[in-house]
């Protein structure tokens, strides 16, 4: 019986077979070929998830002065039950995310069926081919205890694995562009050793021909400006030494509007990485101060709104204090305090914690319960009680649900044997 893949409308693929893959390999060699005799630089993003389907069109819609394409684009997504569906619906030219921005299908469209200079698969030979690999591999945080961000780790198994297959398989002089969000130290401890050690098994010198790896990472926003969030916002860089800058400087340049947004170049990889995780730990922290806040102001009859509202008049200085909600979700603010607090002891070996960053986490994770005090603050008894929450992203117009805090709300309201129901038109 043959495997499969379910999209999330249903549809079912079947996961690819030997004979198939070996036809792939065919297919990519000679697709790569036609596109390298036509001037253009080959890609590869690697994950074809929230972040890296849509950069991968990004890439492939880049044009040079006379308007032709620059790069000709690989994705690659591997060919599990969980995600392989991804390929063929990219190959009809649909986007694989649902989005209220509307150049997210436009995009698709234009460089799968259009400009044909965008194409996914599941085959590893691929890295073989590409100038440039930008990974955008899915990296999380666990945190095994509910409200106890302190104990939260990062597996960085499958990220890992992922780099040991560029290892096994690109050109010595391919640029390793990470994009993923990963502990500070990822890049120069994790990454550049792995593909060292790989390239030496091949018998490469790579005293001669060291890694190229760089990291810039995205500052995505899957909501209305999905795509622009990607292109047309500012960009931080750096590399594991100058060749790395050096390349990495050259494609974003060719990729993201520059001359609006200027690259910001850092001196290391560990920069650029703490720069990410120290960013959004500086929103979580600014969202669980007004949370705490919050709580005062209910208790002595305040509405905080109005105070907030008040203090951002200050502006250069206040305006950018963030509102008081019923939790914060998704999947930057909820773990970057507990990638970097991780990275301190696991790639550093330093003693000590984030005390701060993840006190704000968890405050931002069990704020939820707050709300459930507030119900019952009117209706002491919820056994039974029949309750609609309406919207269950984690920001509004937004068909992403990961991390959101309707879920912790949802789950502690079924322990309490309310009768919970859902909508969300996303």
């Given amino acids: 019986m043959l495997k499969t893949s379910i999209a999330p409308d249903g549809k079912e693929y079947a996961l690819p077979t030997a004979e198939e893959n070996e036809k792939e390999r065919l297919i990519l060699k000679q697709i790569t070929d036609q596109q390298r005799e036509l001037g253009r630089k080959i890609v590869a993003v690697q994950g074809l998830g929230f972040v890296g389907c849509v950069m991968a069109t990004v890439v492939a819609d880049a044009e040079d002065e006379n308007g032709k394409p620059i790069y000709y684009v690989h994705g690659h997504q591997r060919a599990s039950s969980r995600s392989y569906w991804k390929v063929p619906t990219i190959n009809q030219g649909i986007a694989p995310v649902s989005s209220s921005d509307k150049e997210v299908p436009e995009i698709f469209n234009r460089c799968v069926v259009e400009k044909k200079n965008f194409r996914a698969t599941s085959e590893d030979y691929v890295y073989t081919l590409v100038d440039v690999v930008v990974v955008d591999i899915q990296l999380d945080a666990t945190k095994p205890a509910f409200g106890e961000a302190e104990k ?39 990454v550049r050793p792995i593909l060292e050690e790989e390239f030496v098994k091949r018998g490469i010198n790579i005293e001669k021909n060291p890694p190229l790896v760089a990291h810039s990472y995205e500052r995505v926003m899957p909501g209305a400006h999905y795509v622009a969030s990607i292109r047309d916002f500012w960009r931080v860089f750096s590399g594991v030494n100058e060749k790395s800058i050096e390349l990495c400087r050259e494609f974003l340049t060719n990729v993201l509007n520059v001359k609006e947004y200027p690259l910001t170049q850092l001196d290391h990889t560990n920069a650029s990485e703490l720069s990410k995780v120290m960013e959004n730990s500086y929103r979580a922290t600014n969202i669980a101060l007004t949370l705490e806040w919050a709580k005062f102001a209910e208790q002595i009859g305040v509405d905080i709104f109005k105070v907030r509202d008040a203090i951002r008049k200050r502006k250069g200085t206040h305006d950018n204090l963030l509102r008081p909600s019923l939790g914060v979700g998704g999947y930057c603010l909820t773990k970057d305090p507990v ?12 003693e000590g914690k984030l005390e701060m960053a993840i006190r704000s986490v968890n405050i931002n994770d069990t704020m939820p319960l707050h709300t459930i005090e507030l119900i019952k603050s009117v209706i002491p008894e919820l056994r039974n009680l029949r309750i609609s929450i309406l919207g269950i992203s984690y920001l509004e117009d937004l068909g992403d649900t990961r991390h959101s805090p309707y879920k912790t709300l949802v789950e502690f309201l079924r322990k309490d044997f309310a009768l919970v129901r859902t909508h969300d038109p996303y």
């Fill in 152 to 190: 939260g780790y990062c597996d960085i198994s499958a990220f890992r694995e992922g780099i040991r297959t560029l290892g096994r398989n690109i050109r010595p002089d391919c640029l390793v562009l990470v994009e993923t969000t990963v502990p500070p130290g990822t890049c120069d401890q994790v």
């Fill in 339 to 350: 990638l970097a607090n991780w990275s301190m002891g696991a790639l550093f070996g330093l």
